[in-house]
């Protein structure tokens, strides 16, 4: 499948892959280096509705060196590097559009370090989020970024992810303390430091969160952790708009009630998590809160936003203080996304990812519902609506492309319309292949000079994850 | 007064200042063009012991689009040009160490514009942080960065500042959301959007803050700002020693409990605190606290925070919540440096500024100690201790080159302890000239060529702050 909207961007000539080079991988790493259909295919796709676009060949690394040694040798011979966490791009980051070799780092997945007292844990970039909690189960720690996938850590430093608790706790761009990665020659840097603040220089750690490897590959992330809240509890309230919804979390916002999560979901949304679940929520637009805190604290979190969603038209207020009626209402938010897919059997997801300042939201949303009524796709809506980021899923039959086109059609609108508002194309999913059409318009011919000219100064022969983000030549 | 560890990152030859430039400039900025020994001398020096290096000429601008004027013209002469808010830099930011331009921004202090139910202002950088407060008063609102001087925005920004209130909102890289920059060519720069996050390629935004000045010039910034709290109490907390102080700050933090400030000062900064305020705490290692929350959760978190001073053998709590009582308190804390350079008539200080995993920070300090008592300067210590920074401050005789040498040595062994266990030459005071010497053993020789990479990326020619953050020769 094609994406006609975005068929530039992916139109790029397959680089040589010499023979030369595939033997010293071997030589080097033996049966770690895969040049098999199957887990070329694995390597060349992810999440994203684009088709896959196999790299050359796969090495599974395990450490910084070897890291450095593929990327010594890639360089050796002008072949692309794609690094691999977990597959769970949205986006086509994984597609190796020039060819080259995949860095499967699935199997750097150790914890290196886990330091309670400053609340930091330093990981290899294979490791998962869950896998990651699950180590810190007996820290009373944990580490609160959510994208919803169980996406590597390496990953989501990579594409800047955040999720439904990024309103509370931010995103990777506020949660990653310090990185080491391989730069496009083999030189390895350790950006930052285990202190949690510095004005040492230029803010190389930031610069390589969110480059989706196009400037390096990161192999060691130092996180930051927070303790487990004493307490924690949930609610879910009834709207009958978005409007009303959005205004009840502006004014809780406003009044610093530090809300953990806050989310968006609109009523075709609600009907598929229902189906999925097996609840029986009202079908119509809907919040899902958390609240994380002291006993107290999360009672008067709760009675607080009671309040304020009352004043906004909220109905049904529910409120689950017990794990079990917790789990029970976010497994049925965490799994809508599998539960929007099954609103159209067989079909795929085409999904925008604008965030828009928040006193903008209401009106983005409600012009979006309309263009999303006169469209033949079910489309249905949920937003992490603390920070202005809202996903439309638009589901379509992968075999038909006029639905693919109507998807970006749609897709289209609703980022013009955000930029235009003074939001983003992208809240947390990366740009990837299919946000590169709008990065001029978001940032400006000057402002992706920029970024062109540090890719330039520390990519010249475009060699990691070329074709992504913005088109260069070197 | 020379610096003698720091010589080397000083000597540098002035360009020439072409007649031709400082005619294009008059013509264009009139009388907002000087060349008087009084004003050229004013904006050639900081806060800093360095002796004042002066620029050729000071322009008062007073719009992007001057900026962007007078940077063209400088770089059609090859000039330098240093961006200059409100003097307070500690580190010899400010100082023309190669001649040139100072583009003085105290003319652009205007806020742009106040969104509050984005949380969000957009101000020119010449505004002071206390001017965006007062502006803010009746809002409901605050921008909580509090760095004790009442620097500048655009300062503040380009140092990546932070202060006593960073434990719990952050320093300006998590701050601020976009800047408007003008990079060394002339071209304008629009980094960011308002919406609270966005995975959109690379960080340009944090890139730019700490950047000093070395990349461009910052003529608009967007800050995020946050509700006043509904109440605010604060407390303060004897200790018998450093490390006491610090095991209770650490728990603290571990319990989650959500402080605003935690501040420590050591038994010689509480005598000057005393004198200069007319107080009578007890003279020996003290915390000072705030919290903000709501009426319940400040009461809250201050008897948590009490039981855990109690654990570890504080005495004297003493809490505040009356306005006039804090204040007090505060206001105490905040003219601790003047205070302390009241130790000293005469005196101007050389002040520390290593930020350490808080881990570490007890030993850091308890070492420290050890160090000054061997020393002939007066000594006080200051910290923002829920961060892991803390401040020296060595009292020197400005006539006396053995102290000035003293304070040095003292310095370094600061600052090659807190790198040695995993720490930052400087928490939020910048690099400018002082720090030069510590970058390569901070960041390695390969972290400083890809910040001199990006440099060379963007201002080729070295036009912008010269001489800072690290050497570079174009």
Request: charged fraction near 25%; include cysteine; glycine fraction near 8%.
């Amino acid at each position: 499948m094609n994406h006609p909207a975005e068929h530039a961007a992916i139109q790029h000539a397959r680089r040589p892959f010499p023979a030369a080079l595939l033997e010293s991988l071997e030589a080097h790493f033996g049966d770690r280096v895969s040049t098999s259909e199957a887990v070329r295919e694995h390597h060349g796709r992810d999440e994203s509705p684009f088709d896959p676009q196999l790299p050359d060949a796969v090495v599974f690394a395990r450490s910084t060196e070897e890291v450095q040694a593929i990327v010594r040798l890639c360089a050796q011979y002008d072949v692309p590097i794609i690094p691999y966490g977990n597959g769970s791009s949205l986006e086509g980051h994984l597609l190796a559009v020039q060819g080259g070799v995949s860095i499967d780092l699935s199997e750097m997945n150790k914890v290196i370090s886990i330091n309670p007292e400053d609340l930091t844990a330093t990981v290899e970039p294979g490791i998962s989020r869950k896998q990651l909690n699950e180590a810190l189960k007996d820290t009373g720690l944990f580490f609160p970024i959510d994208p919803g996938a169980d996406a590597s850590i390496g990953g989501m430093s990579a594409t800047r992810a955040s999720g439904t608790n990024a309103v509370r706790y931010g995103s990777m761009r506020e949660n990653v303390l310090a990185l080491t990665v391989v730069l496009a020659d083999g030189r390895v840097v350790r950006t930052g430091t285990r202190a949690r603040k510095s004005s040492a220089g230029y803010d190389l750690t930031r610069l390589f969160v969110g480059s989706e490897g196009t400037l390096g590959v990161i192999t060691e992330i130092t996180v930051r952790l927070y303790p487990q809240p004493e307490a924690i509890s949930a609610a879910v309230c009834a709207f009958p708009s978005m409007g009303d919804a959005v205004r009840a979390v502006i004014e809780t916002i406003q009044m610093g009630v530090p809300i953990a999560r806050v989310e968006f979901v609109d009523a075709l949304a609600v009907r598929a998590i229902n189906r999925h679940s097996n609840l029986s929520l009202r079908e119509s637009p809907m919040l899902f809160f958390e609240f994380h805190g002291t006993e107290a604290g999360v009672k008067e979190q709760a009675k607080t936003v009671q309040d304020i969603t009352a004043e906004n038209s909220g109905t049904d207020f529910d409120w689950a203080t017990r794990p079990e009626d917790r789990s029970r209402l976010w497994n049925a938010r965490h799994s809508a996304y599998f539960a929007m897919l099954q609103l159209k059997p067989g079909c795929r997801a085409v999904t925008t990812d604008v965030c828009v300042p928040i006193s903008r939201l209401a009106e983005c949303v409600v012009e979006t519902e309309k263009d999303l009524l006169g469209s033949s796709l079910p489309c249905p809506i949920v937003g992490h609506v603390g920070d202005g980021n809202f996903h439309v899923a638009m589901l379509l039959d992968p075999a038909k492309p006029e639905e693919l086109e109507e998807a970006e059609r749609l897709n289209r609108r609703i980022v013009e319309r955000a930029l235009k508002i003074g939001g983003t194309c992208t809240g947390e999913h990366g740009v990837g292949l299919h946000k590169m059409g709008f990065m001029i318009d978001e940032h400006g011919e000057d402002g992706i000079a920029v970024m062109r000219s540090i890719k330039q100064a520390l990519d010249p022969k475009n060699l990691m994850n070329p074709g992504k983000i913005f088109s260069f030549t070197q």
